[in-house]
């Protein structure tokens, strides 16, 4: 599959119109349903590829689009997250600058 293309499963012709936020490949048992003694055989069956990587963040990406920023009446949901998550990640780059700042009893 070269970039741009429609994943090797999907069918038109079955599927409808493509959807990003959508999973073509072989249905597999949720996550929620794994019993504990099944994990390890359930993450062998993952694709860990780096191509399989980027998928499944170009989903979730799509996924929370359609359900946060792209409907008619969107609130300011996605404007909060993307806030939230800028000030946690910007909090854990600068964490060990400001770990020296700390104020200490010395009594």
């Given at each position: 599959?070269?970039?741009?293309?429609?994943?090797?499963?999907?069918?038109?012709k079955?599927?409808?119109?493509?959807?990003?936020?959508?999973?073509?490949?072989?249905?597999?048992?949720?996550?929620?349903?794994?019993?504990?003694?099944?994990?390890?055989?359930?993450?062998?069956?993952?694709?860990?590829?780096?191509?399989?990587?980027?998928?499944?963040?170009?989903?979730?990406?799509?996924?929370?689009?359609?359900?946060?920023?792209?409907?008619?009446?969107?609130?300011?949901a996605?404007?909060?997250?993307?806030?939230?998550a800028?000030?946690?990640?910007?909090?854990?780059?600068?964490?060990g600058?400001?770990?020296?700042?700390?104020?200490?009893?010395?009594?």
């Amino acid at each position: 599959m070269a970039f741009g293309d429609y994943p090797a499963e999907y069918n038109p012709k079955v599927h409808g119109p493509y959807d990003p936020a959508r999973y073509y490949g072989k249905a597999d048992v949720p996550l929620g349903q794994v019993k504990v003694g099944e994990i390890g055989a359930w993450l062998s069956r993952r694709n860990k590829s780096p191509q399989a990587i980027a998928g499944a963040f170009s989903r979730a990406w799509w996924r929370w689009q359609h359900k946060y920023v792209q409907p008619k009446r969107s609130g300011v949901a996605p404007f909060f997250q993307v806030t939230v998550a800028a000030m946690t990640f910007f909090y854990a780059i600068n964490y060990g600058k400001m770990r020296h700042h700390r104020n200490y009893k010395y009594h």
